[in-house]
């Protein structure tokens, strides 16, 4: 294919703003799935790495046309930082505005006392405390509360999440591998209750 083959080509399909609406949309979707604005609970991971997915196939198609293309015009063009400008853009934002714990303390607070003040009252599921998805919490007759993230963590069957304990360290603390985040909270990698 000739340079001018190509140029003829080019006008008719213009893959360059495709490529540029295919990684706008897989950059939308990862930060949305970052925020944990949607998808909800255990579908965030599938639509992160599928936006992932998407984006490394963008970008595998945006080198192989800026190459050819910088080959046979010899020149460069707007489309050739697009991609990288915003998948970087995409990346940083979907780091950077990630629901974190503290965001959402005061929320936690309120089902933990409730919890614990309600007679009869012992779990709570699939619930939305500011922008986290909870599977489940549930008190225990020693008077913590547990939470536990509906984002699964890295491996199967783990079970991210927090734990509110008034009286001090719960049982276990060392063995968890619990972490006092203060103010008798702890966070937990994996708690499995039999």
Same mark, same amino acid.
């Given at each position: 294919?000739?340079?001018?083959? %190509?140029? /003829?080509?080019?006008? +008719? %399909? %213009?893959?360059?703003?495709?490529? &540029?609406?295919?990684? =706008?949309? !897989?950059?939308? =979707?990862?930060?949305?799935? /970052? $925020?944990? &604005?949607?998808?909800?609970?255990?579908?965030?991971?599938?639509?992160?790495?599928?936006?992932?997915?998407? &984006?490394? #196939?963008? #970008?595998?198609? $945006?080198?192989?046309? /800026?190459? =050819? !293309?910088? /080959?046979? *015009? +010899?020149?460069?063009? $707007?489309?050739?930082? !697009?991609?990288?400008t915003v998948v970087a853009v995409a990346v940083i934002a979907s780091l950077t505005g990630r629901p974190t714990f503290e965001q959402s303390r005061s929320g936690f607070e309120e089902v933990a006392q409730y919890l614990l003040s309600e007679p009869g009252r012992t779990h709570l599921t699939d619930l939305r405390i500011g922008r986290l998805d909870?599977?489940? !919490?549930?008190?225990? *007759?020693? #008077?913590?509360?547990? %939470?536990h993230d509906a984002r699964n963590g890295p491996l199967a069957r783990s079970n991210p999440g927090w734990v509110y304990s008034p009286n001090g360290s719960p049982p276990g603390f060392s063995r968890l591998g619990m972490k006092n985040i203060g103010s008798n909270w702890y966070r937990f990698t994996n708690v499995t209750v039999d």
């Open positions: 294919m000739s340079a001018s083959e %190509f140029r /003829s080509r080019r006008r +008719r %399909f %213009f893959p360059d703003v495709a490529i &540029l609406v295919v990684t =706008l949309v !897989a950059a939308a =979707l990862l930060v949305v799935a /970052s $925020w944990n &604005l949607w998808p909800a609970g255990e579908n965030v991971p599938i639509a992160i790495g599928a936006a992932v997915m998407v &984006l490394i #196939g963008a #970008g595998g198609a $945006w080198l192989t046309l /800026s190459v =050819l !293309a910088s /080959s046979w *015009h +010899r020149r460069w063009t $707007w489309w050739f930082i !697009a991609y990288p909870i599977k489940y !919490a549930y008190a225990t *007759h020693a #008077g913590e509360v547990y %939470f």
